[in-house]
C-alpha cells in the first residue's frame, strides 16, 4: 500500500509534465487546427538552449530558464505560425499534417547540427536544485519534479486567467469560434494566433527542460520522443479540452509508473521490458476507442489546393515501359556504387507507393509504413527461412511474398478498426502509435519466442541476435541475387504495381475512394458504407506497403533493428512522398530518388567536390553538405504549404510543350538514345553523358516552346471571367471558346437538344 | 413518409408522397436544412422518427437509409471535386451496384442521366470549374442514379437562370411522373408553384400553413412569414 | 442629398472561380437608411460582405468616407468605424455575454461603457452576462449583437438579415432600435428578405436579382414590385 501511494505522486510528478507539454499541443490545435508535429522538436531544441545557456555558458538559472522559455521559445512559435503555419490555411488534412512534420524534421536536423555535429559529445542535463529531494513514503521525490508539480498547477491557472479574464486571451478563443467575425469587431486573428502558437512553443520549451534529465544525455531524437509521450493526453482531450488534457496526462504519468512498481522496474517480464515505453501509444489506442464519433464530414473547404490529374492506362503502359528502358540503359553505363544507389532509390519508391493508394487516392494517412516493412519481414522469415537460418534457403519465394502482404493486411486492417470512425489525422497517429508499439515491443525483441499451439512447439523468431537477414529472389531459374538483377527486378515490380495503381484509379473502384475522400458525406447519401471501404483501401494498401518493405529489406540484404522503425524515417518518407506529388506513382517515384540522394549520393558528390577543390572546402561541404544533410529534405517539405501538388506535377508541367510537338520530341529522344550508345561505347564520358541529359531536360521543352510559339493558358482561369476579354486575340476563335464564354457566362447551352427525359 | 421534432425544428410532421412534388418553403433558418439532415441521417433528432414507406428508418446510418431510397442534394454543394461531371455521376451508379441486387451499366446509365439533364456540353470537365447553377444538376443527376424513391432536393434551383429553371421544372414534372416522390426545398417560389401538388410553409421550425399552390398563394399568414409583417404603419 | 458615406464602385466579386457580383455599384449617403433587398442567391450578402472587406474583389473600388479602402482588411475597416452584423452569427456563441462585448472593445470603447449601454437599453442582457452567447434564444443573441452598435459609435452600420429566424414581434422591435441608431446620425445598410420589415424605416430601398442592382428609389414605389419579385406567381391563377 505504501508503494501503491509513493508510485502514485511519482505518477503525478511524470503526468505533470505531460501536462505541461499535452496543453501546448492543445493550445495551438485549437486556435489553427493544425495538430503540431513539430511541438516535440520545439522542446528539444529549448532545451538544448537551457543547456547551452546553464551549463556551456554558466548563466545562472533563473535567467537561463527566462531566455529559453521567455524570450527563445516564444519567438521560435512565432517564427514558425508567420512564415509556415499561416500558408496551410484551405489546404488538405494531409498537408496540413506533412508540413508540420517537416518543421520538426527541420528543427530537430537543425539541433543537431548546431549542438552534435562534430562530435558525440555528451550533453548531460542536471535536475534543478541538483539530488536535492525529499522522501515521500520511502520514495525520493525530487525538487526538480516539485517544481514540475507546481508549474503544471500554476499553469493551468495562469491560462485560465489568460483564456477568461484578458482581452487577449478571449480574442483567442473568439477566434477559434467564429474568425471572421472577430475581424468584424475589429479584432486581429492574426495576432492571436501568434499568441497561442508563442504560449504552446513556450510550454513545449518548458517541457523539454523538465524532460530532459530523464535522458542520462541529451540526445536529439530520445528526447524529442520523450516528448511525443505526451500526445496521447492531448488527444485524449480531443486537442481541444485543457482540463481532459491534464487528466490524461496524469493518467499516462501513473500507468507508467504504475507499470515500473508492478514490473519490478521492467525486471519482471523480460519480453516485455520495452512495454514502458510503448505505453503512452497503448493509451492513445484507448484514447481513440473512447472518443465520440466525428459528425459524418462534407468537404472541409470549397475547394482544396491540392490537384492530381490522372493519366489514361495507355499513358501508364507507355511510362512503364520507358521506365524500365530508361533504368536499363542507365545501369549499363553506372559503377557498382550507382548502381546500389538507384537500387535503393526504387526500393524505397516501391514502399511508397503504398502511400500513393492511401493518402493521394483515399486521402488517409499511414505514419508507420517502415513498420509495415518489419512486420512483412517477419512474417516472410518465418515462412521461408524458418529457425534453421538462411542456410536453408537461398530464394524470397513468391508464397514467402503472399503471405507477408496478407499478415500486412491484417495488421494494418487492425490497427485502422479504431481510428475508422474517426477524421484522417487520428488514423494517422494511430499508425504512429502503432509504430511504436511494434518497435518497443516486437523489432527490439532479441530473444525469439516460444510457445505451445495446440499441443504443437512454435519458435517465432523476431529480430533475433537484432537483425535478419533476407534473401533476394530465385524466381524463373534466373538469380536476382546481383544488384543489378535485383533492380530491374525492383524496376519491372514499380511499373507493373504503378500500373496496378493507375488502372485501380481508373476503377469503379478507385472512382468510389476519391469520391469518399472528397466528401464523405455525400458518399454515405448515396449508400457507401464508408467505414468498409476505408477499411479496404487501408488494408490493401497495407499490402503493398508490405511487398514493398520486402524488396527494400532484400535490397539492403541485412537488416538491423534499428533499421528506420524508430518512426522517424516512416514521417520522413511520408512527406517527401508527398513532396514528390502523392496523387501521382511517379511522385513515389521521385520521392525514393530524393530519398537516396539526398542520404547517400549528394553527401558523395559534394565531399568529392570538396577534395577535389580543397579552397572550395567550406562551401561545398561545411555550407551546402551540411544544410542538405540536416535539414535539406524539411526544408522542401516546408515549400509544400505553397505549392501543396507535389514536384511531380511541376514536371509534368515543365513537358507539357512536349506533346504539341511530336516530332521535335522524338527527334529529342533519338539524340538521346544516340549519345547513349557513344556513352556505352566509351566515345563520351559518363560525366559529360548526364550533364548532357540534364541539361537538355531543363532546356528542350522551354527551346520548343519558344520554336512553337505555343502559349499555355491555364484553363483554370478561363472560367473566373478575368481573361476572357483576350480569347481570339492570341489566336483564331474556335468553337471551344464559344463554349468556354458560354459557360462562364452561365448562357444556356446551344446547338445541344434541350432536356428531353 | 413521416418526421417529427428536431433541435432546429419543433413538432413538425412532414409527409412526401410518392409521384408527386412536396414543396417546402419558408424564409433562411427555418430549418428545411436540418429537417433534410434528419431524414438523411447525418443528423440525429433529439425525438421525432422517421418512416419510409411505413417502415421506421430513425435509427438507420446515413448509407443504409440511402440504400432504402433516399437521395438528396446539398444547397452547401458536396461535390466530389477531383472527377469530372461525368465520373460524378457514374460513382453515384457504381456505389448503387455495391448494394443494390440490380446491377447496371453505371457508364451508359450515367450517359442518359447526363443528358437528361442537359450536362452534355459539360460532362467531361472538372466539377469544379463549372458554374453552380449546373453543379446543383451534377448533384441531382448524382442522386438519380441510385434510382431513389424519395428524392430531397436543397434548393436546386439556386444559381441557374430563369430558362434554366423553367427546363429544370419540366425535368422534375417528368420524374415524378415515373412516381418519385420529390421532396423541394427552393427559394424561387415561382418553380414552387408551377411544380409542387402541394406545400408547406416552414417558419420558426414549424409548419405554418400547407396546401395547394393555389391555397398557398392566396394565404395571408404566408405572405406575412415571407414579407414580415407590415411595418409600415 | 448628403455626401456619399460607403461606396460600391462597379464591383466584381466572388467565390473561387463563380463571380457572384456582376458590377455592383451602389451608394450609402451620410446619415440614411438604405435597404437593400431582394431574393436569395442574387448577391446581397456577398456585397455586404465585399463591403465589410470579408471578400475580396476582382474589380471595381470601395470607398469608406471617399477614400479608397479596397485593400483594407476587415478588421482595420472595423476599427475606422464600419460596425457589421453578419447574417445569423452576429456573437461567438462559446463566449459569454460580457466577453462577446469585451471584443467589442477593439473598436476603441471601454468596456465598462459598453457594457453600460447594453445593459441599459436590454436589462435582459445585464441578467445574464455570464451565460454563455449561444445558450441564449435568438431574439437575446440579436439584441447582444445590436449592443455592438449601440455602444461603439460607428459610422456606418451594416446588417445582414437581422430577422433571420426570429419572431416578428422581436423583429419589429429590434428595427426600431435600427431607427434610433439611425436618428442619431448613423449611416445604416440594411441586407432584408423580409421587405416589409424594413421598408417603413428605409430612406430608400436598392432592389438586387442576379448579382445586379435592378432599381434604387423611395421605398414606396418599390413597395408594389416587390411582391412579385418574392412571390414570382403571385396574382397569376
Given amino acids: 500500500m505504501q508503494d501503491f501511494l509513493a508510485y502514485t505522486v511519482l505518477g503525478l510528478c511524470l503526468g505533470s509534465v505531460y501536462a505541461i507539454a499535452a496543453t501546448g499541443l492543445v493550445v495551438t490545435y485549437s486556435t489553427s487546427g493544425i495538430f503540431n508535429v513539430a511541438h516535440g522538436g520545439v522542446a528539444t531544441m529549448s532545451a538544448l538552449v537551457y543547456w547551452q545557456l546553464r551549463f556551456g555558458w554558466h548563466v545562472s538559472t533563473p535567467l537561463a530558464l527566462f531566455l529559453t522559455i521567455v524570450v527563445f521559445a516564444p519567438l521560435l512559435g512565432i517564427f514558425l505560425e508567420v512564415f509556415i503555419m499561416r500558408g496551410l490555411r484551405d489546404t488538405s488534412e494531409v498537408t496540413r499534417l506533412v508540413v508540420p512534420v517537416a518543421v520538426l524534421l527541420a528543427i530537430n536536423g537543425a539541433s543537431t547540427w548546431i549542438w552534435f555535429r562534430n562530435s558525440n559529445r555528451a550533453l548531460v542535463p542536471k535536475k534543478f536544485f541538483g539530488e536535492s529531494h525529499i522522501n515521500v513514503l520511502g520514495q525520493a521525490v525530487y525538487y526538480h519534479q516539485l517544481i514540475g508539480v507546481a508549474l503544471a498547477i500554476l499553469i493551468a491557472g495562469a491560462l485560465y486567467v489568460l483564456l477568461y479574464r484578458t482581452r487577449l486571451g478571449v480574442t483567442m478563443r473568439a477566434t477559434v469560434d467564429d474568425r471572421s467575425l472577430l475581424m468584424l469587431n475589429g479584432g486581429r486573428p492574426d495576432v492571436a494566433s501568434m499568441a497561442s502558437w508563442a504560449i504552446g512553443a513556450s510550454l513545449a520549451g518548458l517541457a523539454g527542460v523538465l524532460l530532459s534529465p530523464q535522458l542520462g544525455a541529451l540526445q536529439v531524437f530520445a528526447l524529442t520522443l520523450l516528448v511525443f509521450d505526451a500526445y496521447p493526453a492531448a488527444v485524449a482531450g480531443r486537442l481541444r479540452s485543457v482540463p481532459l488534457t491534464y487528466a490524461g496526462a496524469m493518467v499516462l504519468g501513473l500507468s507508467k509508473l504504475y507499470f515500473d512498481w508492478i514490473s519490478d522496474a521492467g525486471q519482471r517480464w523480460l519480453l516485455l521490458r520495452n512495454l514502458r515505453n510503448a505505453i503512452p501509444a497503448v493509451l492513445l489506442f484507448v484514447a481513440l476507442l473512447l472518443l465520440p464519433q466525428d459528425r459524418l464530414r462534407g468537404s472541409v473547404v470549397a475547394r482544396t489546393r491540392e490537384r492530381f490529374k490522372v493519366p489514361t492506362l495507355r499513358q501508364a503502359l507507355l511510362w512503364g515501359v520507358v521506365l524500365v528502358a530508361v533504368v536499363a540503359m542507365l545501369q549499363s553505363l553506372m559503377s557498382g556504387s550507382a548502381v546500389i544507389s538507384l537500387a535503393n532509390a526504387i526500393s524505397l519508391s516501391l514502399l511508397a507507393l503504398s502511400l500513393v493508394l492511401l493518402t493521394g487516392y483515399a486521402g488517409e494517412i499511414n505514419l508507420a509504413v517502415f513498420t509495415f516493412a518489419g512486420v512483412a519481414v517477419i512474417a516472410a522469415w518465418q515462412f521461408d527461412v524458418g529457425p534453421n537460418g538462411l542456410a536453408t534457403k537461398q530464394s524470397l519465394s513468391v508464397m514467402a511474398i503472399l503471405l507477408s502482404m496478407c499478415v500486412c493486411a491484417l495488421v494494418g486492417g487492425l490497427i485502422a478498426l479504431p481510428a475508422l470512425r474517426l477524421r484522417g489525422l487520428y488514423l494517422g497517429l494511430a499508425t504512429f502509435a502503432f509504430g511504436i508499439i511494434v518497435y518497443q515491443l516486437v523489432i527490439l525483441q532479441t530473444a525469439p519466442l516460444h510457445f505451445s499451439l495446440f499441443g504443437r512447439h512454435i519458435t517465432i523468431n523476431l529480430f533475433t541476435n537484432g537483425s535478419f537477414t533476407v534473401p533476394r529472389p530465385y524466381w524463373f531459374g534466373i538469380s536476382f541475387g546481383g544488384q543489378r538483377a535485383f533492380l530491374m527486378l525492383m524496376t519491372v515490380m514499380f511499373a507493373i504495381i504503378g500500373i496496378g495503381l493507375i488502372a485501380l484509379r481508373r476503377s469503379a473502384y478507385g472512382r468510389m475512394i476519391v469520391a469518399m475522400k472528397d466528401s464523405p458525406a455525400a458518399c454515405a447519401t448515396l449508400g457507401l458504407n464508408i467505414k468498409r471501404l476505408k477499411l479496404g483501401v487501408f488494408m490493401l494498401s497495407s499490402a503493398v506497403a508490405g511487398l514493398g518493405g520486402l524488396m527494400w529489406a532484400a535490397q539492403r540484404r541485412t537488416l538491423p533493428n534499428n533499421a528506420d522503425f524508430d518512426g522517424f524515417a516512416s514521417l520522413t518518407l511520408f512527406m517527401i512522398a508527398v513532396v514528390g506529388g502523392i496523387g501521382y506513382v511517379s511522385g513515389a517515384l521521385i520521392a525514393g530518388i530524393f530519398l537516396s540522394l539526398l542520404s547517400v549520393v549528394l553527401p558523395n558528390i559534394l565531399n568529392k567536390l570538396g577534395a577535389d577543390y580543397p579552397s572550395l572546402h567550406w562551401l561545398f561541404v561545411t555550407v551546402i553538405g551540411n544544410f542538405t544533410h540536416y535539414v535539406g529534405p524539411a526544408m522542401i517539405g516546408i515549400g509544400l504549404g505553397k505549392n501543396p501538388s507535389g514536384i511531380a506535377q511541376q514536371i509534368m508541367d515543365g513537358f507539357r510543350p512536349l506533346r504539341k510537338a511530336p516530332a521535335a520530341t522524338a527527334v529529342w529522344v533519338l539524340a538521346l538514345a544516340g549519345l547513349w550508345m557513344l556513352t556505352w561505347r566509351g566515345v563520351v564520358s559518363n560525366w559529360n553523358f548526364a550533364l548532357i541529359c540534364v541539361a537538355s531536360v531543363f532546356l528542350v521543352p522551354r527551346f520548343i516552346m519558344a520554336a512553337f510559339e505555343l502559349r499555355f493558358v491555364d484553363e483554370n482561369r478561363l472560367v473566373s471571367g478575368e481573361d476572357l476579354d483576350l480569347i481570339g486575340l492570341e489566336r483564331p476563335f474556335r468553337e471551344s471558346d464559344r463554349q468556354t464564354l458560354d459557360t462562364a457566362l452561365g448562357l444556356p447551352p446551344m446547338g445541344v437538344p434541350r432536356a428531353a427525359p | ?233 | 442629398m448628403n455626401e456619399p458615406i460607403l461606396e460600391l464602385v462597379d464591383v466584381r466579386a466572388g467565390y473561387g472561380s463563380i463571380e457572384v457580383l456582376h458590377g455592383v455599384s451602389l451608394t450609402v449617403h451620410r446619415g440614411e437608411v438604405l435597404a437593400l433587398l431582394g431574393p436569395n442567391g442574387g448577391g446581397k450578402s456577398t456585397s455586404l460582405n465585399v463591403l465589410a472587406g470579408l471578400v475580396n474583389i476582382m474589380s471595381g473600388e470601395v470607398r469608406l468616407t471617399g477614400r479608397t479602402v479596397t485593400d483594407v482588411g476587415p478588421d482595420k475597416r472595423a476599427r475606422l468605424g464600419l460596425c457589421t452584423i453578419p447574417e445569423g452569427k452576429g456573437v461567438f456563441p462559446n463566449l459569454t455575454v460580457r466577453e462577446n462585448l469585451m471584443m467589442a472593445t477593439y473598436t476603441g470603447a471601454t468596456l465598462s461603457d459598453i457594457e453600460d449601454v447594453a445593459y441599459a437599453r436590454f436589462p435582459r442582457l445585464g441578467d445574464r452576462r455570464s451565460q454563455l452567447a449561444g445558450t441564449m434564444s435568438g431574439g437575446e443573441q440579436q439584441m447582444l449583437a445590436m449592443s455592438r452598435a449601440l455602444a461603439t459609435n460607428p459610422a456606418v452600420l451594416l446588417l445582414d438579415e437581422l430577422s433571420m429566424g426570429l419572431a416578428p414581434l422581436i423583429v419589429s422591435s429590434l428595427y426600431e432600435i435600427v431607427a434610433q441608431v439611425a436618428e442619431t446620425g448613423v449611416s445604416v445598410l440594411v441586407v432584408e428578405q423580409f421587405a416589409r420589415t424594413v421598408l417603413g424605416i428605409a430612406d430608400r430601398a436598392a432592389i438586387m436579382l442576379s448579382g445586379r442592382i435592378t432599381r434604387v428609389g423611395a421605398p414606396d414605389e418599390l413597395a408594389e414590385e416587390l411582391s412579385s419579385a418574392y412571390l414570382g406567381g403571385k396574382g397569376q391563377p
Fill in chain 2, 1 to 233: 413518409m413521416k418526421f417529427g421534432g428536431a433541435a432546429a425544428l419543433s413538432d413538425v410532421n412532414v409527409t412526401a408522397e410518392a409521384g408527386a412534388i412536396t414543396g417546402l418553403i419558408g424564409p433562411n433558418g427555418a430549418g428545411k436544412t436540418t429537417l433534410f439532415n434528419c431524414i438523411t441521417g447525418l443528423l440525429q433528432p433529439t425525438s421525432g422518427v422517421v418512416f419510409l414507406e411505413g417502415k421506421e428508418v430513425s435509427s438507420l446510418p446515413p448509407y443504409k437509409r440511402a440504400r432504402g431510397g433516399v437521395a438528396r442534394t446539398f444547397q452547401r454543394l458536396e461535390l466530389f471535386t477531383s472527377l469530372t461531371v461525368r465520373d460524378n455521376i457514374r460513382v453515384a451508379g457504381e456505389i448503387r451496384n455495391r448494394w443494390s441486387r440490380t446491377r447496371v451499366d453505371p457508364r451508359a446509365e450515367a450517359d442518359i442521366v447526363i443528358e437528361m439533364l442537359g450536362l452534355t456540353r459539360l460532362a467531361d470537365r472538372d466539377v469544379s470549374e463549372i458554374p453552380t447553377g449546373m453543379a446543383r444538376r451534377v448533384e441531382m443527376g448524382r442522386a438519380l442514379m441510385t434510382r431513389p424513391k424519395i428524392l430531397l432536393l436543397d434548393e436546386p434551383a439556386s444559381g441557374q437562370d430563369e430558362q434554366e429553371t423553367e427546363e429544370f421544372g419540366d425535368l422534375l414534372l417528368n420524374l415524378c411522373g415515373d412516381g418519385t416522390a420529390i421532396l423541394l426545398v427552393e427559394h424561387d417560389v415561382s418553380l414552387v408553384m408551377k411544380v409542387c401538388s402541394f406545400i408547406q410553409v416552414l417558419d420558426f421550425g414549424r409548419v405554418i400553413a400547407s396546401g395547394t399552390p393555389g391555397e398557398i398563394q392566396s394565404n395571408p399568414a404566408v405572405l406575412e412569414a415571407y414579407l414580415g409583417e407590415d411595418n409600415r404603419a
